[in-house]
C-alpha cells in the first residue's frame, strides 16, 4: 500500500508514513507538530480507505490517500479513470430516468394514497436508523430541526411518489414483457452482497427477502428493456451548450 499527499501543486507518492511526514515537513506552510504526526501515522495504519483532509489554515487543506498504485503517473491514471467512469454512470443514469420518466407519463389509473403512505413510511425509518446509527435520535434530530414528524415526513412525498411510480411502471414492463430474474441471477445477486459485506451466502439467504430480490431484479431488468428498445439520440456538444445557456 502506498501513500499519496497533495498540498496544491505540491504532490508525492510514498511507501512508507516516515517518508510521507518527511514531505509533509518539507513545506513551510504545514506545522508538522508531534499529534498530527501520530495522527497521519494512525490513519496510515488503519483500514480506513476513505481520503483523509488535514486543516492547515482557513480553507487550505492536505490530502492523504492510501492506493495500491506503484507510481505517482499510474495513480493519477486511475483517478481520471474513475472519474470518466462517474460520468459515464451519470450519463447513463440521466438515460434511465428519461425513458423511465416517459413510461410513467404513459401510465393510466390512481395510485392509492396507501401506497405513498407506506414508502414515507420506509423512508423515515431509514433515516431515522442513519441517525441513530450516529447517536442521535430521530426525535432530537426533529427538535434541532425545529421540525414536527408530520413536516418531516411530508417533505419525504416528493421523493416516495416518484419512487413509487417508477416501481409500478417497471413492474407493470416486466409483467408485460414476461421478464423475470433467473435462478442464476438472484445467486450471483447474492454472492455479491455476501462479498460486500463479508457474509456467508446462507447468512444472506437467511436476512433478505427472496420475492423482494427477485422483484429488484426484474425491475433491472426493466429498465435494461426499456433502454435497449428505446430510440436514444446523442446531442452534439454544442446543442448541449446551447440548451444550457438558454
Do not use: C, W
Amino acid at each position: 500500500m502506498n501513500i499519496y499527499l497533495r498540498y496544491f501543486n505540491k504532490e508525492t507518492l510514498v511507501s512508507t508514513v516516515d517518508e510521507a511526514i518527511d514531505f509533509l515537513q518539507g513545506i513551510t506552510d504545514i506545522d508538522m507538530d508531534e499529534f498530527l504526526m501520530q495522527d497521519i501515522k494512525a490513519f496510515v495504519e488503519s483500514n480506513n480507505m476513505y481520503p483523509k483532509r488535514y486543516k492547515v489554515r482557513g480553507h487550505s487543506y492536505f490530502i492523504v490517500i492510501k492506493t495500491t498504485a506503484a507510481t505517482l503517473e499510474e495513480f493519477k491514471e486511475s483517478i481520471r479513470k474513475n472519474n470518466q467512469e462517474q460520468l459515464d454512470k451519470q450519463d447513463d443514469l440521466a438515460v434511465e430516468n428519461a425513458l423511465v420518466d416517459q413510461v410513467i407519463e404513459s401510465m393510466e389509473g390512481e395510485i392509492p394514497q396507501a401506497m405513498y403512505d407506506v414508502r414515507m413510511d420506509e423512508m423515515v425509518n431509514d433515516f431515522a436508523f442513519r441517525v441513530e446509527q450516529q447517536g442521535l435520535r430521530l426525535e432530537d434530530y426533529l427538535k434541532y430541526m425545529g421540525q414536527s414528524m408530520e413536516q418531516f415526513r411530508a417533505a419525504f412525498m416528493p421523493q416516495a411518489e416518484k419512487q413509487v411510480k417508477i416501481g409500478l411502471a417497471l413492474e407493470a414492463v416486466a409483467a408485460a414483457e414476461h421478464i423475470e430474474a433467473s435462478e442464476d441471477e438472484i445467486n450471483a445477486e447474492i454472492k455479491r452482497i455476501a462479498d460486500q459485506y463479508k457474509m456467508e451466502e446462507d447468512k444472506v439467504r437467511e436476512l433478505v427477502n427472496l420475492e423482494d430480490l427477485k422483484q429488484d431484479l426484474a425491475r433491472t431488468k426493466a429498465i435494461d428493456f426499456i433502454k435497449s428498445h428505446a430510440n436514444i439520440v446523442e446531442k452534439p456538444a454544442e446543442a448541449e451548450k446551447a440548451a444550457d445557456a438558454e
